[in-house]
């Protein structure tokens, strides 16, 4: 008995240790099924999926909708065409708006930074509409321009209806969870965007009205950077809720959940989930050493490896191997920036992506101009030797 227990113990030892070898390196599974009739979780700076349900289901999306709006006044502002002083009057159209709202009259006067503000802390709607007809001159050319640019994006299951999300007159506002990562994706790239979505509480008009971000996660998660949340009869609730922690930033889309908590609540678990098995990976740009390079002004060349990065499960990088591709010699002439060389990244021997070797400098080729001065030097030292 006793040999048949010790067995029995060695048995169950190997296979604890054979479930934890394969815990290590199975890609991890999200633990409950979502509240939600549709999300996603994707890194902001790869566009990796990191976990999916009904992704690519057209829905309505509320207020969410106002991710593409502050894209598009974002991008007005990049181009010049628009500045954050600049003084908007409120139109007939902008305030009739009802929902969420600033209570614009028309003929009221109000700066972009402000109405940028109440589009994104408190999702106003009159907000939304007094910028779209500023930059576009009116709110359907506005919109005419969000399904241009959710074309360029490949948002392939987006179709938009006006700049705010109400759904009462119309079937075909629609978009998708995946769509909506992208478009929030995009936002995050203009900076400004955190100097409003990370605000808890504000106010506009002189500190005359006050704003409350209608995004809880941006008091109450650890690392909550945003983005944009919405409700109505028929979208129920959603959220684009965007965090970073240790280099990592994550967007998690929630369309269609019960309730204001259970669509928080599953926001805060997708993220949760990202910052608990995944880890950002950078790898900066770095000076290598000279190459030779013949026939040029120059016998050598600086290089530089771009910067290169990744979303990887937590412990994958001590398994994350480099490959240089870089040519012993070079021919001139060379370009200042140009591509002469390659370093692959590899995980467990497959490429997870590559970074671009440049050169630093500009190396001309050798001409007789050049090369009489050459020789002749060489001439008067061997002379004097």
Same mark, same amino acid.
């Given at each position: ?9 060695? #048995? ?153 999300? #109400? ?144 979303? #990887? ?73």
């Amino acid at each position: 008995m006793k040999k048949v227990a010790f067995l029995l113990a060695i #048995l169950l030892m190997m296979s604890i240790l054979s479930c934890a070898i394969f815990a290590v390196h199975a890609a991890p599974a999200y633990p409950t099924e979502p509240d939600a009739i549709s999300c996603i979780l994707m890194d902001a700076d790869t566009g990796r999926v990191l976990y999916e349900k009904n992704a690519d289901a057209a829905l309505p999306p509320a207020s969410v909708t106002k991710v593409m709006t502050m894209l598009l006044v974002f991008e007005a502002l990049d181009s010049g065409t628009l500045k954050l002083t600049d003084m908007i009057t409120a139109s007939a159209n902008a305030a009739s708006m009802g929902g969420s709202q600033i209570y614009l009259k028309e003929g009221e006067t109000m700066c972009v930074e402000d109405l940028l503000k109440s589009l994104i802390v408190s999702s106003a709607n009159d907000a939304a509409v007094a910028l779209a007809e500023a930059i576009a001159g009116s709110e359907m050319a506005f919109v005419s321009r969000m399904n241009e640019r959710a074309a360029e994006l490949g948002m392939v299951n987006t179709h938009f209806e006006n700049t705010n999300g #109400l759904d009462d007159d119309t079937d075909t506002h629609l978009t998708s969870a995946r769509d909506i990562a992208i478009m929030s994706r995009e936002v995050l790239k203009h900076e400004l965007v955190f100097k409003y979505s990370t605000l808890w509480m504000d106010t506009i008009r002189g500190g005359e009205f006050g704003l409350t971000n209608t995004n809880r996660l941006v008091r109450f998660y650890q690392g909550a950077t945003g983005l944009k949340t919405g409700s109505t009869s028929k979208a129920k609730f959603c959220i684009s809720a965007t965090a970073e922690r240790g280099g990592l930033s994550l967007i998690a889309v929630v369309m269609g959940s019960p309730t204001r908590d259970a669509r928080n609540a599953l926001a805060a678990s997708l993220l949760d989930f990202g910052f608990a098995n995944y880890a950002h990976y950078e790898d900066a740009e770095t000076a290598l050493d000279a190459v030779r390079v013949q026939g040029g002004v120059k016998n050598a060349v600086g290089i530089v490896k771009e910067g290169f990065s990744a979303t #990887l499960e937590k412990g994958q990088e001590a398994r994350l191997e480099k490959r240089m591709d870089i040519p012993d010699v070079l021919t001139a002439p060379i370009a200042e920036g140009e591509k002469i060389g390659t370093v692959t990244y590899l995980l467990d021997g497959e490429e997870i992506g590559t970074s671009d070797v440049l050169a630093t400098e500009a190396v001309a080729k050798i001409d007789f101009r050049t090369l009489f001065p050459r020789l002749f030097a060489w001439f008067l030292l061997s002379e004097e030797k």
